[in-house]
């Protein structure tokens, strides 16, 4: 199973990205979708999970201003990310939780000028 995730880029500060990861090949059955980022010189941190049941979950850091959702039968996830900061400046890895397996897309390239 490979993810692809996609749709980073530079944008001002306040702007907007949409990034959206998906399942190559076949459909997959995901149980979970995660976000998560990695700024230079930090360690990876999550900013968006959405569960089984459709439960999200959120750092207080992009609470209020990133939202996840997923397609099921399209095996895809997006990451909404609005009012981007500076400090929101990393990259992206989507990531996917099927029964005992784990998988991570290549990362995508988020930068937010000031």
């Known amino acids: 199973v490979q993810l692809q995730a996609y749709g980073g880029g530079l944008v001002q500060a306040g702007g907007f990205l949409r990034l959206s990861c998906a399942v190559s090949g076949r459909r997959f059955s995901i149980f979970s979708w995660g976000w998560y980022r990695q700024a230079p010189g930090k360690e990876r941190e999550l900013v968006a999970r959405?569960?089984?049941?459709?439960?999200?979950d959120y750092p207080d850091s992009v609470k209020g201003r990133f939202t996840i959702s997923r397609d099921i039968a399209k095996s895809t996830s997006h990451l909404q990310m609005n009012i981007l900061k500076p400090e929101d400046t990393a990259v992206y890895y989507c990531?996917?939780?099927?029964?005992?397996?784990?998988?991570w897309g290549q990362g995508t390239q988020v930068t937010v000028s000031s």
């Open positions: 959405i569960d089984g049941g459709g439960v999200t």
């Open positions: 990531n996917a939780v099927r029964g005992s397996a784990e998988y």
